[in-house]
């Protein structure tokens, strides 16, 4: 559906300019982000092309994933509470498959944000003003903005930085391009091993750490 737009910057992979998409409607939850129905695999890849399935039809002005205009689109504008509902991670892969890299709101369901994070989708969080400007220009004409992870500094269109704050434990998974699991358990090998151990000897999964 969408083509990732990125922008070389020095093979920075904490930089991602791109092309805005507003999805105007507030309590966006996981259902209408990927419909139960698409649930049935525990592939990454496909999904996208599911992304707000039943509400794009329904209500192609607060959706408009299928605007021509949106087409390379890989920054997406959220209203408030985005992510609602149930926990379901293919809502993250929906959204990345369909091209996108970046959120951008004012809050967002905690479950989500660490849903996302965790699969390298990036959630930044703006003031209301700042979100209701954005909405305001980008559907008066297509808006582009650049976002620095490393510096926690998005650009606006209007030429104006905005300063945000990101969990430290994801600002390095991102800035150092490393892989959650494998970061939390560098250097604790000997005690994965002694739990696996352990493990193995109760295999009814009963025994005292």
């Known amino acids: 559906m969408h083509s990732v737009s990125d922008i070389p910057e020095k093979n920075n992979s904490f930089i991602h ?3 805005v998409i507003p999805i105007d409607e507030t309590d966006v939850d996981t259902d209408k ?16 092309k599911h992304l707000f399935d039943r509400v794009r039809k329904e209500n192609a002005r607060a959706y408009p994933v299928d605007d021509p205009k949106y087409r390379d689109a890989s920054i997406m504008l959220c209203r408030p509470n985005f992510g609602c509902g149930s926990s379901r991670e293919h809502a993250v892969w929906a959204i990345q498959d369909a091209g996108f890299k970046v959120l951008v709101g004012t809050t967002f369901l905690d479950i989500f944000v660490n849903n996302a994070q965790l699969n390298g989708l990036w959630i930044i969080q703006v003031a209301p003003e700042i979100m209701n ?7 008066e ?4 903005i650049r976002v620095n992870m490393a510096d926690k500094i998005v650009q606006l269109p209007w030429d104006e930085d905005y300063s945000f704050d990101v969990d430290p434990f994801y600002e390095e998974i991102f800035t150092k391009g490393l892989d959650p699991i494998r970061f939390v358990s560098e250097g604790k090998s000997q005690q994965i091993r002694q739990f696996e151990n352990r493990r193995k000897a109760n295999p009814t999964g009963v025994f005292v750490v």
């Open 17 to 19: 300019t791109g092309l």
């Open 133 to 139: 400007r954005l909405f305001l220009e980008s559907k």
């Open 33 to 48: 982000i990927i419909p139960a129905l698409f649930l049935t695999t525990v592939v990454k890849k496909g999904l996208g």
């Open 141 to 144: 004409k297509l808006q582009t």
